[in-house]
């Protein structure tokens, strides 16, 4: 009967045996070092990413100043233009009158002449008839009494009209003398203002040229920040990417271990139970797992949809309820990066994205938007909550995720990102939608 025994627990315990060979191979156990080593490696990937989104913010801080500096340079340069043009006009309308009234003192002078040989002439003739009427040069510079008689007897024979006419003409030689001489005067003043205002183009000119020069230059800084920074970006998410994958592994090992564990105590349960029982029972089964909790909620659902637009290209006056849409025209900055030809997000038309997943309908333009909901001050800020710059949050908008960070469409030639929250022109509250 002992034999009999022994042989049912030797056949329970081969039974057993080939359960328990049915478990799969342990899973790959990274190691804590492991493990380790890759969480220090995206932590210090993540910290260089940081450094870099500072020096990105500080390099597009400079570059909208250099942008603001280039646009005051450029109207200073209109205005320069206009100036010349006006200087230019008053010139050739000086020079006109210069000449008018060189051509009026020219004539006018040849009135006085002709008039002077007339009378010479009559002197002459009068002369000739035997009076002693004598030349009219005479008759200008009297210095004896003889000559004193002649312009006697030549003021008789002179008649009234021709000394009339003589005097009218002398008079009107000076008036036209006169207009020349203001008219040149004029003239060379016109011309001064000509070339200062020619001067003021020149040094307008060179100010814009400089000015698009240092916003090239910064432009060129603030792209080749981003390059680095989206690699490093890239080095991150593959640096995390190696982290989850040794925890997942870690993970599915524990799990491994714990299953063994209790399928080893099962054998051995099952074992014992062979020992005293002649057949051996059904394994009871385990029970079913629960469910995992249902997680989230809308603040989530908003930040999710918000952070699932990252890298879309940022195009103003894109967006609405239900995803990136073509941009419109601006007539400047935003036309120059042809953003009415892209398809993506301008800063509003992300908010309206992201809150319309939580059944809240936003208006497309920051400045409503700012006053859509209740306003929080911004030291009380949660994730969730809009952020906005400029006077009455006309300017931009952000949505807040926590710890310093924010996700926005910043400006036209950007995408979608995250970044640290700037205080520069920051308004003093928050707005809560949820």
């Not at 109207?75 to 100036?83: F, G, I, M, Q, S």
């Not at 003589?166 to 003043?189: I, M």
């Not at 995390?240 to 993970?251: H, I």
């Amino acid at each position: 009967m002992l034999t009999r025994i022994s042989a049912v627990v030797v056949l329970m315990t081969a039974v057993l045996t080939g359960t328990a060979a049915a478990v799969p191979p342990p899973p790959p156990n990274p190691s804590d070092a492991e493990i380790s080593a890759s969480r220090a490696e995206a932590d210090a990937k993540a910290s260089r990413v940081g450094e870099l989104t500072g020096r990105l913010t500080q390099a597009e801080s400079r570059l909208q100043e250099l942008f603001d500096d280039l646009s005051y340079k450029r109207e200073l340069a209109n205005k320069a233009r206009v100036d010349l043009e006006t200087a230019i006009s008053e010139a050739e309308a000086a020079r006109k009158a210069a000449s008018a009234a060189r051509v009026e003192a020219d004539a006018a002078s040849a009135a006085v002449e002709e008039s002077r040989r007339q009378l010479d002439e009559f002197a002459a003739a009068s002369y000739a008839q035997g009076t002693t009427v004598g030349s009219f040069s005479a008759y200008i510079g009297a210095k004896s009494p003889e000559d004193l008689l002649a312009r006697a007897q030549m003021l008789e024979a002179v008649s009234a009209s021709s000394l009339n006419r003589l005097d009218q003409v002398t008079r009107d030689q000076g008036t036209a003398a006169n207009l020349d001489s203001a008219a040149r005067a004029a003239l060379k003043n016109a011309e001064v203002k000509q070339a200062a205002a020619d001067e003021a183009k020149k040094v307008a000119e060179q100010a814009q040229q400089a000015a698009v020069d240092a916003h090239s230059a910064q432009s060129a800084a603030t792209q080749e920040l981003q390059g680095d920074k989206d690699a490093v970006e890239r080095e991150l998410a593959a640096a995390r990417g190696e982290v989850s994958g040794l925890e997942a592994q870690r993970r599915q090992y524990d799990q491994w271990s714990e299953a063994k564990r209790l399928e080893d105590e099962e054998n051995a349960r099952r074992a014992a139970a062979a020992a005293v029982a002649p057949a051996p029972q059904a394994p009871a089964p385990r029970p079913a797992a629960a469910a995992p909790a249902p997680s989230g909620n809308r603040v989530q659902t908003v930040i999710n949809r918000a952070l699932a637009q990252r890298g879309v290209i940022y195009a103003w006056g894109g967006g609405n309820y239900y995803g990136p849409t073509y941009g419109v025209r601006d007539g400047g900055v935003a036309d120059s990066y042809g953003d009415y030809r892209k398809i993506g997000f301008d800063c509003s038309g992300l908010m309206m994205y992201a809150f319309a997943g939580a059944g809240v309908y936003l208006p497309h333009y920051s400045g409503y938007q700012y006053n859509s909901g209740r306003k929080v001050p911004l030291s009380q800020m949660a994730p969730g909550d809009m952020i906005f710059w400029g006077p009455g949050g006309g300017t931009h908008v952000a949505l807040y995720l926590g710890g310093g960070m924010m996700v926005e469409a910043p400006h036209s030639g950007a995408v979608v990102r995250i970044s640290p929250v700037r205080y520069g022109g920051i308004m003093p509250y928050v707005t809560r939608m949820l």
